[in-house]
């Protein structure tokens, strides 16, 4: 099992920035991708970003590419979601999630654990 803690989210201007973290306990977490996705309102969960274990290859959709960064911390067993040039597009729950993979997947089937979710709110 492994429980995953987002946190970090909040209300912010359009252009302005967040970090969001989120703290892994249980099974080995230095060994596995993670993930961020996001769902916003009537929309499907959509991936965000993807790390692999060492943190040497990231992944990311063209929507956030140069914007997002993802980063993680092996010793402290979190994952980060540095978020720049925030858009009112860019509002939603925000999900970490982790898999048992060397690489991060795209597709949400193939992430393991997830948390609850942490609100991210742009405002125009």
């Known amino acids: 099992q492994v429980q995953l803690v987002e946190s970090g989210g909040g209300l912010v201007q359009a252009g302005g920035s967040l970090r969001i973290s989120c703290a892994a306990s249980?099974?080995?977490?230095?060994?596995?991708?993670m993930g961020w996705f996001r769902q916003a309102p009537g929309k499907e969960r959509e991936f965000v970003a993807g790390?692999?274990?060492?943190?040497?290859?990231?992944y990311y959709p063209d929507s956030v590419k140069g914007r997002f960064t993802i980063s993680r911390d092996n010793a402290k067993n979190t994952v980060y979601l540095q978020m720049n040039s925030l858009r009112p597009e860019d509002t939603a729950v925000y999900y970490c999630?982790?898999?048992?993979?060397?690489?991060?997947?795209?597709?949400?089937?193939?992430?393991?654990?997830w948390g609850q979710g942490t609100q991210v709110t742009v405002s125009s």
């Open positions: 999630a982790y898999s048992g993979r060397k690489l991060p997947p795209t597709r949400q089937s193939l992430y393991d654990y």
């Open positions: 249980g099974r080995t977490f230095s060994n596995s991708a």
């Open positions: 790390i692999n274990w060492s943190g040497g290859i990231t």
